[in-house]
């Protein structure tokens, strides 16, 4: 039988424990409803509970002869807006004090934007803008050639073609005698003075007929020098004379030109049409686009692309009329049916007119420009890396870059105190040094500006965009379209680094691993 004192004991205890939960229950409907400010009401001995609830209770802080502090502590799973709308007023308070600093700190260390004019007053001030240009009133230099910056050509720079054999002291050697005696009306001319040279060449070991397949340009002089770096600066000036404009072909141009002319002033008779771009400084490639400006200032820029477009639909001349209104610089790109020529026309935009007499300028201070230009232009549309709107090097930008350059070329050899080497570069050292120069850039870190002597300097804010400054508005990056530049520096540096350590054989043509002659 069971003893009648146990079951009192276990029946005293049944009704213990449940008093406690009786006011337990009592305790928990006291507390606040947010979860966030229940206080601790743990014992010692609770140690699970205490445990469980870590996260959610507050901690108390006591001092001697002070009141208890309570602590707030933000629960896992909930938080309260109410315990911390003080704290967030004062963060959002610093961030935007802080923002404003960063702000004015910016402004200090950059150029400052001009205050923009009304719609009204920029449409009159642009028309005004256009009409003096048009006059020639409108001062449009913008790239400078200071002597205390650049070193200036003091000779003429001779780029001549090196003989059967010659090595490059031989070139250079003849190149001094041909400088000492210029100004004599009798002196042969540096090209002439480089033919017929006897030096015996070893014999060619590739085949003549498959070499001639794989690079039409190259010459049977040039394909027997021995020297590479000598065979390859030959190479490129052969190159140049193939690829370039027949008298044929430029008249052709120039005619379709005139006939595009009359055909958009019989319809708008005050419209001035000009061209520019490759076709005026004569480093355009076979089947090159024709830029070209109609510049009318009593119309807007999208009135007068709706009218020219309209012309242009309604004549039987003319096909494929692409109208591209949500591009930066507005266009209708043309082909005429006759000839397959491509135009692509502008609206109000000098820009590219203004460029000419700059671009030409550049051309004349730096006679290897135009065969670098020519020649990487090449490059560059053969891998579909040559039009801004696909994130390639347009023209323009590729002449800013070949400029850009060229200048640090020559301060390079300034800061060395060897600037009478300069004129002793072959263009094939330029190539390379131009690959070698871009594929190896910081696009992250640095950018370039064009105008006032240029430079290459350090962004302000670390970013990946290719950052060129324009040389006519230093508040506009033309080089921020190209969003491929590691496609296209990387090509750069992959050439490089192939060029220099492949082991070309004799006769070989070395521009033949830049330019592939079937898609010329």
Known sequence: MEDPVDNQKM??????????????????????????????????????????????????????NKAPR?????????????????TDKKDKKFKKDKKKSKVESSEENSIQEPIKPAKAEKTNLEKRTLEKMLKGNEDTTFIEFDEADDLQQTQPSYLVKAGEGES????????????????????????EVYKGSSRKTKEVVIDEEDEKKMAPWMSNATSKIENTTLRLHNEIMDFVEYIGPSKKEDALRKKSFEKLVETIRKDIPGATVKPFGSFVTNLYLPQSDIDIAVIEPTFGAQTLLGKVAKIFMKHQ?????????????PLVKIVERSTGLNFDISFNKMDGINQIQEIQRALDYYPEMRYLIILIKCFLKQRDLNETFQGGIGSFLLFCLVLAFLREVRNTYKEHEREEEVDKILLSEFILKFFDFF?????????????????????????????????????????????????????????????VNYNFKQGESVLKYMINSYHL
């Open 439 to 499: 594929g190896n850039f910081d696009v992250a870190r640095n950018q370039i500006l064009i105008a006032d002597g240029g430079g290459i300097v350090k962004k302000y804010v670390r970013d990946w965009g290719f950052s060129v400054l324009s040389p006519q508005d230093s508040s506009h990056d033309i080089g921020k379209a190209v969003f491929r530049v590691r496609e296209v520096f990387g090509i750069f540096k992959n050439r490089y680094h192939f060029m």
């Open 168 to 191: 490059i002291d031989d070139m250079f050697r003849k190149l001094k005698k041909v400088k000492n005696e210029e100004g004599d009306s009798e002196q042969k001319s540096a090209r």
């Open 317 to 329: 001349d003319y096909e494929c009329v692409n109208v591209i209104r949500s591009a930066k610089v």
């Open 11 to 64: 029946l005293a205890a049944i009704r213990q424990r449940a008093l406690k939960k009786k006011k337990a229950r009592q305790v928990k409907s006291a507390e606040p409803e947010d979860a966030s400010l229940v206080t601790n009401i743990s014992t010692p001995k609770d140690k699970k509970s205490k445990n469980k609830n870590k996260d959610k209770v507050l901690q108390t802080e006591t001092f001697k």
């Open 70 to 86: 309570v602590l707030e502590v933000i629960p896992k799973s909930k938080s309260s807006p109410a315990a911390f709308d003080k």
